[in-house]
């Protein structure tokens, strides 16, 4: 089966052509993402309103490009799927009508996607992992820990209360002075810190649940941060490292729950799968965490290359390619879902 899929549910516009079978790896024929960075970039962070524009502005050639690459036409394609949701209102009514009227043209069945969906589903595109599996995705816009159990079939154990963990980098970064987007500067600047130096609070470490928030965290570095102007290069790489490292605390802890509260549903000592994903998987000094704590639990930890771990239209293709496999398309009076929980 192959499959035409769009997003432009933030501020990457992406068209892509996947083809494979639920089960095993499938096959990526055109990949394509256009990322709005510097439209962007002056502002600190993404303007739903210049992003739905620049959506409208490159979308239609990207799908061109795409088909032109995987070497088809738009005939030869079995299905269409576009995000539907969650994510920026603007962005998601584009994709959705271009998707809903390229599905209408062809007569081909239309595939609404939910993003998250999406991305919890990349592991089975790029290895095939089977179900059941524990995902952890951390991005600028998600921050969840979820069981996914079959296509459709996911269990929420948890969510963030307040801000996501890429945006407390992107914030971090912004206060620090440090470039947009944060994470990697954040990253970069940490490793010549010193991690001790700044006693930041783990938020939410200890409690029951697997729910994360990075509110207070923020706040505190702001403080902390606020008392030592002018900052000198050491405050702020010091300030850098001791962030970095009271988030990978906060995120191994809430991940440690999650991993035996599916291990205990599971009633076996069996290696459970346990995907990363999104942007903030590329962090090294988090990766190294999860890798020890996986060991630890009984957890074999995968995590996607990185142009599929962040935004993408692959992982919207394959989303549908799974829907399809199972009957589960949908009309094309489907709308825009700017909150859309799994
Ligand atoms: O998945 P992504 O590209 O886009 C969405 O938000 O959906 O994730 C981008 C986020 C940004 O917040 C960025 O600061 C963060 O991922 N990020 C990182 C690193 N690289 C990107 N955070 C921490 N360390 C990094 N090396
Ligand atoms: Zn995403």
Redesign the pocket.
Known sequence: MTVLGLETS?DETAAAVVSGVPGRPGTIRANLVLSQFDEHAPYGGVVPEIAARAHIDHLDSLIASALREAGLGLNDVDAIAATAGPGLVGGLMVGLVTGKALAFAAQKPFVAVNHLEAHALTARLVSGTQFPYLVLLV????CQLLEARGVGDYTLLGTTLDDAV??A??KTAKLLGLGY????H??KWARKGDAKRFDLPRPMKGRPGADFSFAGLKTALRQTVTKLVPLTETDLADAAASFQLAVADAIEDRTRNAMRMMRERAGTGDPIPFVVA???A??AA?RERLETLAQAEGFDLTAPPMAL???NAAMIAWAGVERVAIGSTDTLDASPRPRWPL
């Open positions: 933030c991005s600028g816009g998600h890429g945006e980098f992107d987007p944060g994470g990697p954040v990253e999104g942007g903030v590329a962090n988090l771990c962040t935004d």
